[in-house]
């Protein structure tokens, strides 16, 4: 069975060693525990504090992957383009890839933010066409000043 539902505290030691592999396996930064540690820390800390969402997807009662997004303001620490929607990460456990799963999150996301009267939705990435473009989202040749990713971009009504 799967569904998508909002991050709980039991979640964080699943969280935790998806956001691991994501880190170290899929965008090649190499953490330490500690390090890990730090990071799961932050982002249930901005959880808490309604900065950002933190959706899981659950196939038969274990978490497989994860999306984290939020609508930028002068309070959030990703704040490129506020009034906007920004998903943060997106994760799907590798021999689960290519079912649809990811495109899911994704839609889930946008639908939460949409509710919430976005001007539209981004995300930054390395990637140049793929994934991202199949599903609405188009390269605005710029450049995130945090991170060095390719920012793209869909607007509300596609949503």
Known sequence: MKKIREYKESDYAGFKEMLYVCF???YKIPLNKNQLEDLCLEITQQFLRYILSIDLL???DAPKGFVIYQID???SDWCEKEGYGFIRELYV???LRGAGHGRSLVSHAEKRMKDKAV???YLTTDETTGFWAKIGYRDTGEI???NNGRIFVKKARKI
């Open 24 to 26: 170290t396996q899929d």
């Open 93 to 95: 456990v590798a021999d």
């Open 73 to 75: 303001s002068k309070d």
């Open 119 to 121: 001007t539209g939705i």
């Open 58 to 60: 659950i196939i038969d």
């Open 144 to 146: 995130c000043v945090k």
